[in-house]
């Protein structure tokens, strides 16, 4: 059974940076490819930047340039740095397998509020 652990959130002003962390426990972290996803309010969950096992990243338009996804298999944790925040940013961001069918069950996420 895997679980996901996310932190890092908290309130920021717009055109401030936070660094998101999630921590993998019961799977061999390595061989999974690892996603970012958040939830706004009202709305679904959705993608934001992703991270193969080789390194190779992607993001949504709208967070490519301002966001920065990474890893750290010693460490079995996946990072999400993001700068030039916005307040449409704000949202419950989560991590979870990216790009494979398996899912593993959704962790409590971390909030991420932008505002003045």
């Known amino acids: 059974q895997v679980q996901l652990v996310e932190s890092g959130g908290g309130l920021v002003q717009p055109g401030g940076s936070l660094r998101l962390s999630c921590v993998a426990s019961?799977?061999?972290?390595?061989?999974?490819?690892m996603g970012w996803y958040r939830q706004a309010p009202g709305e679904q969950r959705a993608f934001v930047a992703g991270?193969?096992?080789?390194?190779?990243?992607d993001y949504v338009s709208a967070v490519r340039g301002r966001f920065t996804v990474s890893r750290d298999n010693a460490k079995n944790t996946v990072y999400l740095q993001m700068n030039s925040l916005k307040p449409e940013d704000t949202a419950v961001y989560y991590c979870?397998?990216?790009?494979?069918?398996?899912?593993?069950?959704w962790g409590q996420g971390t909030q991420v509020t932008v505002s003045s």
């Open positions: 991270i193969t096992t080789g390194g190779i990243t």
């Open positions: 019961g799977s061999i972290f390595s061989a999974n490819n």
């Open positions: 979870n397998f990216y790009l494979q069918t398996n899912r593993a069950s």
